[in-house]
């Protein structure tokens, strides 16, 4: 097992921050899901017909135990569906979690279903103005699914870049009973990331054409499991592991094979031990605390991770009561040694990573270095240690865990905190007289961590493809792409300039991206001040750069300035656009309500804010 040392002070200090100024709402957030508890089977304070309805579909064995019995009822929160790669092996799952239940004298229904749209079919189409908001869809679908009152515990399937945040809402929302979180895993490596990202970049030079694209990106997403790079869904399944939902080493292991199925009825097995009907009561909402989510944004930064967690972890946060901060962030990232290089801030994909040591590896370096609040509330009880095992299949086929590597398999992919890629964390915050934004620098070249340009300033993503293509991008520039914050048009994620920027970056030209929209976990070589707050709809003093103006991206310093003269720039007018394009088809005029009650990023990006 991991020695356990003494946590550094600097995250100490941090956590205690988080905790002074969450006190409150934390304490009325506790106080509900408390009253919320109880100590017989939920579905036994319900009417006669009440649970009648709740069992009149199921088994004989089933329905007796419902019935008559005082065993517990494990609802399934599914985000399946057979076209996304990540989500098609989870068709298998509800049988494979009835079993188990009825091993562990209970029994699982699926309590509902939650909508999974990816990210990648969407990418630089109208559909991605949904994007963000299907968290929120998510969060209330899943409200809907545990609503009946029925279940003493819950397990939720699912794992691409909004559903996971979108469940942990949800599932917080229900914080009394225990939740435990399913992956169905990675797909098997394909065409390298490297090679798939260099067709993209030789395609939008018109140097090769789309049946070579399309082969190029056939080969990368070729079956089940999630996308091999380290995205956001892969971010999230760290972030489940380390947070203490997952099973250890439970991640990154393929779909479809015998270990993945031990895993899952596992997981419902243990769901069911620690129900409040037992002597070991775990709920979600008192175990996801300041610790959980410090340990979640250590995570992050050691592994590289994806930039949507700054948005994300604080919506998660503040549906337990609990208020992060961008500067907790930049605090955390400050004491946070990079120890993994996984594409985008490298070659290997998330499979080399776990064939390296993977999250068990990682977690054993960060408890060595007192980085971790080791006695955080895990499913499997108060001590982080038993994350730095993995699982295997003894001979008789049994689920057993072993101690994880204690060295990494491939220092070009997983490094120790004693010889870590960087000694601070793959994100910082940036702040100065354009508000304040989110850059990914672990993909980033440490020369081009500063850039000074003058702007190029667009309000699509089209525009500056079409100005790319008009060979009107020349010279150093800083591309800022503006009205695509969350009240603007959902926030989408921008990642078809990437190619494009790319293209001009490798032609010896100096470039960086400002803007109010994403980019997540993809974000890639180019530097990227993205999620600006205020965005321009919103008074965002992005929205009085005008071209021409000098603006100097400065990841160093965590600067983000116009260097315009003050007083010029305080009579400058803002601009204006015209959103109306992005407010109806495909189902965004539906999202009406959303864009108006939406946060800030630095708050989460929620229409949950105060709730």
């Known amino acids: 097992m991991a020695a356990q040392h003494t946590l550094d002070a600097r995250v100490g200090e941090i956590t205690e921050r988080i905790a002074r100024r969450s006190h409150d709402a934390r304490r009325r957030y506790l106080d509900r899901i408390a009253a919320a508890a109880q100590r017989r089977p939920q579905r036994q304070a319900l009417g006669c017909a009440n649970q009648a309805h709740g069992f009149a579909a199921c088994g004989p ?37 009835r079993e188990a239940a009825r091993e562990a004298g209970g029994a699982a229904l699926v309590a509902g279903g939650v909508p999974a749209m990816c990210d990648g079919i969407t990418q630089g189409e109208a559909g991605m103005e949904l994007s963000l908001f299907s968290r929120e869809v998510i969060a209330l679908s899943t409200a809907v699914a545990l609503s009946h009152q029925t279940f003493d515990a819950a397990v939720f399937l699912g794992i691409c870049d909004k559903i996971v945040p ?39 030079e018109g140097k090769v054409g789309r049946d070579a694209l399309l082969e190029a990106e056939s080969q990368s997403y070729h079956g089940p499991g999630t996308c091999t790079f380290y995205g956001t869904a892969n971010t999230n399944q760290m972030l489940m592991e380390i947070m203490g939902l997952h099973l250890p080493g439970a991640s990154f292991v393929t779909p479809d094979t015998p270990l993945r199925d031990a895993l899952t009825k596992a997981a419902a097995q243990r769901a069911l031990a620690i129900t409040a009907l037992g002597n070991d009561h775990i709920p979600a909402g008192r175990m996801l605390d300041e610790k959980a989510f410090v340990n979640g944004i250590v995570g992050l930064h050691a592994t590289g ?52 040591g993977g999250v068990p590896f990682v977690v054993r370096e960060l408890l060595s270095a007192g980085l971790l609040h080791a006695d955080a509330e895990t499913i499997l009880g108060r001590s982080l240690a038993a994350y730095t095992r993995e699982p295997v299949l003894a001979p008789d086929g049994s689920l057993d865990w072993r101690d994880g590597a204690a060295t990494s398999g491939d220092d070009k992919v997983l490094r120790g ?12 915050v940036l702040d100065g007289s354009l508000g304040r934004a989110v850059i990914k620098t672990s993909a ?75 980019l997540s976990g993809a974000s890639g070589k180019v530097p990227a001040a993205i999620h600006v707050t205020p965005e321009a709809l919103d008074g965002g003093a992005i929205a009085r750069i005008r071209d021409g103006d000098m603006i100097r991206v400065d990841a160093v310093a965590g600067r983000l300035e116009v260097l315009v003269p003050p007083g010029e720039w305080a009579a400058r007018p803002s601009a204006t656009a015209d959103l109306s394009a992005s407010h109806v088809g495909v189902g965004r005029e539906l999202f009406a309500p959303f864009r108006a009650a939406v946060g800030e990023a630095e708050n989460g990006a929620s229409i949950f804010a105060g709730v």
């Open 444 to 518: 980033v070249a440490p020369e081009r961590h500063v850039i000074e340009a003058p702007a190029k300033v667009f309000h699509s993503q089209e525009e500056l493809q079409a100005a790319f293509k008009a060979g009107e991008l020349t010279g150093d520039l800083v591309a800022v792409v503006r009205f695509q914050g969350p009240k603007a048009n959902g926030m989408p994620e921008l990642h078809k300039l990437m190619p494009p920027l790319g293209v001009l970056q490798d032609r010896g030209q100096r470039v960086a991206l400002v803007t109010d929209g994403r």
């Open 305 to 356: 991770g994806s930039t949507n967690h700054t948005l994300h972890l604080v919506a998660m946060a503040a549906a337990a009561g609990i208020a992060l901060s961008w500067d907790d962030f930049s605090a955390l990232a400050e004491v946070t040694p990079l120890l993994a290089r996984v594409y985008p801030n490298g070659s290997a994909d998330v499979n080399h990573f776990h064939a390296a």
């Open 166 to 204: 979108g469940l942990v809402i949800g599932a917080l929302s229900f914080g009394h009973l225990p939740a435990v979180f399913i992956p169905s895993g990675p797909m098997t490596s394909g065409l390298p990331n490297n090679e798939k990202s260099r067709i993209r970049q030789l395609y939008a």
């Open 61 to 97: 064995s089933d329905k007796a135990m419902l019935r008559a019995g005082d065993g517990p009822s494990l609802g399934i929160v599914t985000a399946y569906n057979d076209m996304l790669s990540a989500h098609r092996p989870y068709e298998r799952y509800p049988e494979l979690l």
């Open 417 to 428: 905190v004693e010889a870590p890629f960087q000694s601070t964390g793959g994100l910082k």
